[in-house]
C-alpha cells in the first residue's frame, strides 16, 4: 500500500466536520425534535428526505469522477469541473422549476413551503463539486472551518427557534438555509475554471451509469420516510426518521474512509494482489469503527433514546435497534462503489441499486400499511443488505468487494491500528 502522507490528518478533518454535525443531529434529538413531537418531526423529515433525494440526483454521479482528477492532467481536470458544474447547474434549475410547480399540489400547507425553499438548496448545490476535489487532494482542512462555523449557527438559530417555540415552517426555513451555506462556504473564494471549451460529452457519458446509481441509490436510501408519510401519515414518520437519524449517526465515517483512501484504490489498479489488499484495508476500517458505534446503538440505543426525545418517541429505540445494522451494509458499498468507479464498473453500482430501490419499495408498499415505522426498517435492512453485499457475493465481478467484507472482520482492529499509526502497509 503506498505511503502518501496527510491520509490520517485528512481523516481527522473530515472527522472533525462529521463529529459538529454529529453533535447537531444530538442537539435536534434532544432538543428539536422532543419540541416538534412526532407528527411536525415528521413533516420536517418528509421534507428533507425529497431535499436529499433531489440533491443526490442532482450529484449525477460526478463525485467519484471529480475525485479522480488530482492535478496530473489539469486540462482534463478542468472538463470533469466545468462538466460536473454545467451538469448540476442545469439540474438544479429544472427541479427548481418542477418543485415549484409541484408544491402548488401538495395539499399540506406546510410540506408545500417547505418544498419552495428547498428550491434555494438545489440552486446552490453545483458548489459542492469543490468540496470533493479538496477532499481527494487531502485539503478537507481549507473549508471545514467554515462548515463548522455554519453548523454552529445552525445551533444557535435552532435554539432560538425553539425558544420562541415558533411554528414548523420556521424550522424548514432554517434547514434549507443552512443547507444553502454549506455550500457556499466550500466556494468560497471561488477557484479558478477555464470556462470556455470546458464542457466534455465524455465526461458526460462515463457519468451516466453513475446518475442511474445515484437515481436508485437516492430513491432507496430516502423514500421510505415520504412513503411512511403517504401510507400512514407524519406521525409514523416522525417515529421512524428520529430514530433513522441516530443510527446514521456513523454514516460519516465509509465517507471519510473512502474519500481519503480514494487515491490508493486508484494506483492498485491492475495489480490484484495488492488491489484486493487496499479494498480489504478500507473496508476493514469501516468494519471496525462502523462495529463499534453500531454495538453501541444497539445496547444503549434502547434506554436512551425514550430518555432523550420524550416518550412520544418511544416507539423510535425499537427502530433505532432493528435500522442499526444497516450502517455496515451501508459502509462496505460506499467503499465497493469507490473500487467499482476506479476499475470502470460503475455500472454494476447502477444495478445493484436498482435492485435495491426494487426490494425496498416492493417491502414498503407490503410492510408499511399494517406494520407502519417497523415495515419501513425493515424494509430497508433487508434492501441495503441485498443491494450493497448479496449482489457483490452473486456476481463474479463484484466478488472482492464480498471478500474484503468477509476478511474485514478478523483484520479491523489491525487496521484500526495501523491508521492510528500512520503505519498503511497491508494487513494481512
Not at 141 to 166: K, M, P
Not at 372 to 392: E, K, W
Not at 405 to 414: C, G
Amino acid at each position: 500500500m503506498s505511503n502518501r502522507p496527510g491520509a490520517l490528518g485528512n481523516i481527522a478533518w473530515l472527522t472533525a466536520e462529521r463529529v459538529a454535525r454529529l453533535l447537531l443531529q444530538l442537539f435536534i434529538a434532544v432538543v428539536v425534535i422532543r419540541y416538534l413531537g412526532p407528527s411536525k418531526f415528521g413533516i420536517v423529515a418528509t421534507v428533507a428526505s425529497i431535499a436529499l433525494i433531489l440533491v443526490g440526483i442532482q450529484n449525477f454521479g460526478f463525485d467519484s469522477l471529480v475525485m479522480d482528477a488530482t492535478d496530473e492532467d489539469p486540462p482534463r481536470d478542468n472538463r470533469v469541473l466545468v462538466t460536473a458544474l454545467s451538469t448540476r447547474a442545469a439540474l438544479g434549475l429544472l427541479f427548481a422549476v418542477g418543485l415549484g410547480v409541484g408544491a402548488q399540489f401538495v395539499g399540506n400547507d406546510e410540506i408545500r413551503f417547505g418544498l419552495m425553499v428547498t428550491i434555494a438548496v438545489v440552486v446552490a448545490m453545483p458548489l459542492d463539486t469543490f468540496r470533493m476535489a479538496l477532499d481527494v487532494r487531502r485539503q478537507s482542512r481549507v473549508y471545514v472551518r467554515r462548515r463548522i462555523a455554519v453548523i454552529a449557527l445552525h445551533v444557535v438559530i435552532q435554539v432560538t427557534l425553539v425558544l420562541l417555540e415558533t411554528e414548523v415552517v420556521l424550522f424548514l426555513a432554517a434547514n434549507a438555509f443552512i443547507a444553502v451555506m454549506q455550500y457556499v462556504v466550500v466556494a468560497y473564494p471561488l477557484p479558478r475554471v477555464a470556462w470556455v471549451g470546458g464542457f466534455d460529452f465524455g465526461v458526460l457519458r462515463r457519468a451516466l451509469p453513475l446518475f442511474f446509481a445515484a437515481v436508485a441509490a437516492n430513491l432507496y436510501l430516502r423514500i421510505d420516510t415520504v412513503m411512511l408519510t403517504g401510507l400512514y401519515g407524519p406521525t409514523e414518520a416522525g417515529i421512524y426518521s428520529a430514530a433513522v437519524q441516530i443510527a446514521e449517526i456513523p454514516g460519516f465515517l465509509p465517507i471519510a474512509i473512502g474519500a481519503t483512501f480514494f487515491l490508493d484504490i486508484r494506483t492498485a489498479k491492475g495489480n490484484p494482489t495488492q488491489e484486493q489488499d487496499v479494498l480489504t484495508y478500507t473496508t476493514a476500517l469501516v468494519t471496525g469503527t462502523v462495529g463499534l458505534a453500531v454495538i453501541g446503538l444497539i445496547v444503549f440505543g434502547p434506554f436512551l433514546l425514550p430518555l432523550l426525545l420524550g416518550e412520544a418517541f418511544q416507539e423510535s429505540a425499537k427502530i433505532l435497534v432493528i435500522y442499526a445494522p444497516s450502517m455496515f451494509f451501508l459502509g462496505w458499498g460506499i467503499i465497493r462503489h469507490r473500487w467499482l468507479v476506479v476499475n470502470n464498473l460503475e455500472y454494476h453500482s447502477a444495478i445493484a441499486a436498482i435492485i435495491g430501490l426494487v426490494v425496498n419499495v416492493g417491502l414498503n408498499l407490503a410492510l408499511i400499511p399494517s406494520l407502519g415505522a417497523v415495515g419501513a426498517t425493515i424494509a430497508t435492512l433487508v434492501s441495503y443488505a441485498m443491494g450493497m453485499y448479496g449482489y457483490s457475493v452473486v456476481v463474479p465481478r463484484c466478488r472482492p468487494a464480498a471478500v474484503a467484507v468477509h476478511r474485514s472482520f478478523a483484520r479491523a482492529p489491525r487496521a484500526v491500528l495501523k491508521l492510528l499509526k500512520r503505519d498503511r502497509t497491508s494487513v494481512d
